[in-house]
């Protein structure tokens, strides 16, 4: 069973296990220096506990809290099993205060009595970092201890951590139900903080997977009471009983004035996926697509190896290792130069394929919006080399001006991100079009199939990245564009390019019987995102046979070439060119069809095939405009007597097989006789 389907089945699994044994499994390395846990908490009690007459079967109410019913937008096909939160002596929510005057001691902050952080060290004038927790761990997670000191490296502020282990146990639709009454009562704590002279909008709440959601419920207990919480993060939100459902249920953009969100498990449920798909807030982050992160999928062997030996933590990075590099990512970006730039796009697909890569910036308004993910998120991105008159704190004040207004006005953006596979995740951006060669003896060869492998070199050299996923058939004349990720490589010198041929015997298209595999190039050209800089690494059209690697060096101006006509695909497999234009096909046709023999049949097939042809290529030009179709071939496909067979000609090769209904693609048919004749674009 993969991990991801181990994930997937987690939930379903937790409602049957004891809570003395998943605190024993999950560990509990809390720190002992002056910190009551949770479960000593929990024997604290709050008069609030008492109901109140307004309790119904759907409703009950805990006084300052609020009440908390069962019944839409919570009861719905999303949530099938409501239930109420359990009381808040039970839960008891634990704060701990860390600033750089006690950066490992914990100070208790009693949630139900705002004026418990006097007598602490805690700064009203400082910004508030609030993290905290999701399912089934608990507020000294080495996570959240790890963030924790980040933050205080990164700045003399109030970094509070929000333990709620006794309310995130099994099962699973309990600690759903708890978390609404957990965001209340910090709700009620950050209003009590902001009559004491706390300025909201510098508050800042951190939460991972069910804490994100928790999140949210304190923003919208905030907004019910006429305040608004400055900026909430959420890392992976929990999907199971939030996908899809009602903005007031799950975490949404008006939760507060800046919402955040990094999807790193973002697969559907079924397939292992933890984490909501949806967006989420303002800027909604999927790194590496958001789905599944680079360097997850390994052993379980590796992943106790990563965790230096520890079994249970190597066992949950198994089990959600896409789920947890959220706040990997996360803790790295506090102090890291590198800025997780994400860039805004319809898609993943349409993002590394090189087709949204150009900031916004106070020159050009028609690329897109960018965005650093993570700590930073808040800050408008300035690029590395941006030349302007202005200061930098300056122009960054105005951009934040800008970006508030922006952000403000929008339903959410969709951003993208490359990572590494391991820390340092961030990675440096760079669009990579491969230009392919048209020079008649690339024209001639007819291009191949296969994928190509770049190392770019600067102050250092990157690893041997794979540019296509997959193999694809790389044409003459056609650019291929692609978006990677590489380590810091400072100002680009030169790139070393590779090709490899992938071949399948059980696809004859693929086969090269009388050829040598092999690409031409005719340039590179990169385009460095962070630095804004653009580099064109001539190939020299030479041919690249599979497994070599050339190096190429930079060079202001690369030859340019016209435009390419079409090439032949036949011509790839046999080593002969059949001609550039679509008349001289059809005569080279009918020269081979004419060597099989001297029956009128044949003559009248040729004839047929040539007007059928010519009448087709007119009808595609007029689709298009006139433009003809340089990544398309022109099939005719004829059957005959000769073994039954459709025999191809215009530069491809044909298949055997009987029936118009598995042929896909633009078909025109003509009868000669008793046989019909059928003509294709594919």
Not at 70 to 87: E, G, H, I, K, W
Not at 88 to 93: F, G, K, Q, R, Y
Not at 104 to 120: A, K, Y
Not at 479 to 493: A, F, P, Q, R, S
Request: glycine share 10%.
């Amino acid at each position: 069973m993969s991990s991801l389907a181990l994930g997937g089945a987690m939930y379903a699994l937790l409602s049957l296990v004891p809570r003395a044994l998943v605190t024993h499994t999950f560990g509990d390395d809390r720190l002992t220096t002056g910190h009551q846990g949770a479960r000593e908490a929990s024997d604290r009690t709050s008069p609030l506990d008492t109901r109140n007459d307004t309790d119904s079967l759907t409703t009950r109410c805990y006084g300052v809290y609020g009440c908390f019913n069962l019944d839409q937008p919570f009861l719905s096909l999303a949530r099938p099993v409501n239930v109420f939160p359990l009381p808040p002596s039970v839960i008891a929510p634990d704060l701990c205060l860390y600033t750089r005057s006690n950066p490992t001691h914990c100070q208790r902050l009693l949630v139900e009595e705002p004026r418990s952080i006097l007598g602490t060290n805690f700064r009203p004038r400082s910004e508030v970092k609030i993290l905290t927790h999701g399912y089934l761990e608990h507020g000294q997670k080495r996570w959240l201890k790890s963030m924790m000191s980040e933050y205080l490296r990164y700045d003399d502020l109030n970094v509070v951590v929000l333990d709620w282990l006794a309310g995130s146990g099994p099962p699973y639709t309990q600690a759903v139900a708890n978390i609404r009454l957990i965001g209340a009562m910090l709700g009620y704590f950050l209003l009590g903080i902001q009559a004491a002279g706390v300025d909201l909008k510098r508050v800042h709440v951190v939460g991972h997977s069910l804490g994100a959601q928790m999140a949210g419920y304190t923003g919208h207990y905030l907004s019910l009471h006429g305040a608004t919480l400055g900026r909430i993060t959420g890392l992976d939100p929990a999907e199971p009983y939030f996908e899809g459902t009602d903005p007031v249920v799950s975490l949404d953009p008006g939760d507060a004035t800046l919402v955040d969100v990094i999807h790193t498990d973002a697969g559907p449920i079924i397939t292992g996926g933890l984490g909501i798909q949806l967006p989420a807030g303002r800027l909604d982050f999927y790194p590496n697509g958001g789905v599944t992160m680079p360097g997850c999928g390994a052993h379980l062997v590796e992943s106790v190896a990563k965790e230096q030996g520890n079994i249970p933590y190597g066992i949950r990075r198994f089990i959600g290792c896409n789920h947890i590099r959220s706040y990997e990512y996360f803790t790295e970006s506090i102090n890291t130069k590198c800025p997780f730039l994400g860039i805004e796009c319809l898609s993943w697909d349409a993002y590394w394929k090189g087709n949204c890569w150009q900031c916004k910036n106070e020159n050009d308004s028609t690329g897109s919006s960018c965005a650093m993910m993570g700590a930073h998120a808040n800050i408008p991105y300035i690029p590395t080399n941006t030349n302007t008159n202005t200061t930098h704190q300056h122009r960054q004040l105005q951009l934040l001006q800008q970006m508030s207004l922006r952000l403000e006005n929008s339903g959410g953006t969709k951003l993208f991100l490359i990572t590494g596979s391991d820390s340092p995740f961030c990675s440096f951006h760079h669009r990579v079009s491969v230009v392919m060669s048209y020079t008649p003896p690339a024209r001639q060869h007819g291009g191949d199939i296969g994928i190509f492998y770049i190392t770019l070199v600067g102050r250092v050299s990157s690893r041997r990245i794979q540019l296509n996923p997959e193999e694809i058939f790389f044409e003459p004349g056609n650019v291929y564009t692609y978006m990677i990720g590489t380590e810091d490589l400072g100002h680009l010198k030169s790139a070393k390019l590779e090709w490899s041929y992938v071949t399948a015997y059980y696809n004859p298209l693929t086969w090269r019987l009388l050829s040598t595999p092999a690409v031409y190039v005719n340039r590179i050209h990169i385009n460095s995102i962070e630095m804004q800089e653009r580099y064109e690494f001539c190939g020299m059209d030479q041919a690249f046979q599979s497994g070599w690697v050339r190096h190429l060096e930079w060079q202001p101006v690369c030859p340019q070439q016209a435009p390419p006509p079409g090439a032949s695909f036949l011509g790839t497999i046999i080593n002969f060119d059949v001609e550039d234009t679509i008349t001289n096909n059809i005569d080279a046709v009918n020269s081979g069809l004419n060597s099989l023999g001297n029956g009128q049949l044949i003559n009248n097939l040729a004839s047929s095939a040539n007007q059928a042809a010519r009448e087709l290529m007119e009808d595609a030009k007029r689709r298009v405009g006139g433009v003809s179709w340089p990544n398309r071939r022109l099939w005719s496909l004829t059957k005959s007597k000769l073994g039954r067979k459709w025999v191809s000609w215009g530069g491809a090769m044909g298949w055997r097989g009987r029936g118009r209904g598995r042929r896909r693609g633009i078909t025109s048919s003509h009868r000669v006789g008793k046989r019909r004749h059928t003509t294709r674009v594919l």
